[in-house]
Structure formats: structure tokens, C-alpha cells
């Protein structure tokens, strides 16, 4: 009877998940469609695109550091790692 109130759960995270994805590559190609319009080179666009992606995600891991410490044990080695807590 619990794996019957686990599939919901489960397709609610990946419809969230999805959702998130599909919000990003939307955003991405909208930035792509405003850049191509005032003529920005497509090399241009495509390293901003990717710096800005790995930018987000390192100082989004970094900001979570400094703002939940305690979820990394007050340990900069284990903001390193991705598993180290959960």
C-alpha cells in the first residue's frame, strides 16, 4: 500500500523537474532569438550561454554554502563533493 502513495510523490518531482528544464531551455532560446536580433554573433551568444550556466551552478553551490552552513558540517572540503549529505 506504500508504493501506491509513492508513485504520485514520484511524478510530481519529475513533472517539477521537467517543468524546470523546459523553463530553462525556454529562457535559453529566448535570450538566443533577443541576441540574434541585435546581430551578436551565434560564437557570442553560445559562451555567453555557457558561462553564465556554469557561473549559475558554481555560485549557487557556493551562496547555498554560505547561507546553510550546517548542511555542510561547516566544512569547505565537503562543498567540494556533491553526495555528502541527503
Known amino acids: ?25 525556454l529562457g535559453i532560446f529566448l ?8 546581430l551578436i ?5 553560445f559562451d555567453i550561454v555557457l558561462i553564465s550556466c556554469v557561473s549559475g551552478l558554481f555560485f549557487g553551490r557556493v551562496s547555498d554554502f554560505l547561507f546553510f552552513p550546517v548542511n ?8 567540494i563533493f556533491i553526495t555528502t549529505y541527503g
Not at 41 to 45: H, L, Q, V, Y
Not at 72 to 79: A, D, E
Request: hydrophobic share 55%; charged share 20%.
Open 1 to 25: 500500500m506504500e508504493v501506491l502513495t509513492l508513485i504520485p510523490q514520484i511524478l510530481v518531482d519529475l513533472l517539477k523537474y521537467f517543468l524546470y528544464g523546459l523553463a530553462v531551455l
Open 31 to 38: 535570450f538566443f532569438r533577443a541576441a540574434r536580433r541585435e
Open 41 to 45: 554573433a551565434d560564437s557570442d551568444i
Open 72 to 79: 555542510y558540517n561547516f566544512s569547505p572540503v565537503n562543498l
